[in-house]
């Protein structure tokens, strides 16, 4: 089936730790993007990108790295200099063209950092 | 959007009724509208989408009002079952970003 995987789906980390996320899409979309989402609130986007090699910052997109090196993989960095690192992180993706696509998400990842 | 808060706004109904969902959008360069539900730890799953040049879209049970002079759309669900019974979310798209409301709560009451 194909579909998006975000793992892990539970991840604790130290203060002062980085963290990756992993997301990967086997739907051969163009774009993928990033979600935040704290309790009792709507999605707000961290990174996105269109295209392999290419990416471009979000409304929150300070303290947090994507790389995109392959078009399945755009893996999320959440590194010490967040602030309030501990939320739902949500992985999307969706094809590009002259028609509009809604985005496909993950199940998510849970991040608790204490 | 919806007022953002911890506190989302609950819409209860009972099972076989008809419910409607209302969202209010900001941007009125925004093109392309969608409605995703939303279950407890999973991710937003796509419920329907409607584009700017139309006003209302159906599928299976639901249906989309899009309303561009006031920046207002509804999502309808028809004789709501207990499994429809999650967050329901409205999102805007323009130039390939897409924003989300905080979302309504619907309570199926069997």
């Known amino acids: 089936d194909g579909g998006i995987t975000q793992s892990p789906k539970y991840l604790f980390r130290k203060e002062g730790q980085n963290v990756t996320l992993s997301c990967e899409q086997n739907?051969?979309?163009?774009?993928m993007y990033w979600y935040r989402q704290d309790p009792g609130q709507g999605l707000r986007l961290i990174y996105y990108s269109q295209i392999v090699n290419d990416f471009q910052k979000g409304d929150i997109a300070e303290g947090y790295s994507v790389s995109r090196e392959k078009k399945e993989s755009f893996p999320l960095t959440v590194t010490s200099a967040q602030k309030n690192p501990t939320a739902f992180y949500l992985c999307?993706?969706?094809?590009?063209?002259?028609?509009?696509?809604?985005?496909?998400f993950g199940n998510g990842t849970r991040l608790t950092v204490t | 959007g919806e007022s953002v808060g911890l506190h989302l706004p609950t819409l209860s109904v009972q099972e076989g009724d008809n419910s409607i969902i209302n969202c209010a959008y900001s941007?009125?360069?925004?093109?392309?509208f969608i409605w995703y539900k939303q279950e407890s730890g999973k991710g937003p799953q796509f419920i329907i989408d409607?584009?700017?040049?139309?006003d209302k879209r159906q599928g299976q049970r639901v249906t989309v009002l899009l309303n561009k002079t006031v920046k207002h759309l509804s999502l309808q669900i028809a004789a709501t079952q207990p499994g429809d019974s999650a967050v329901y979310f409205c999102a805007e798209a323009s130039f390939n970003k897409f924003y989300f409301g905080s979302g309504t709560k619907l309570n199926v009451k069997p």
């Open positions: 941007n009125s360069a925004s093109d392309y």
């Open positions: 999307a993706s969706r094809r590009t063209g002259r028609d509009n696509s809604p985005l496909h």
């Open positions: 739907l051969n979309h163009d774009a």
């Open positions: 409607i584009r700017s040049n139309m």
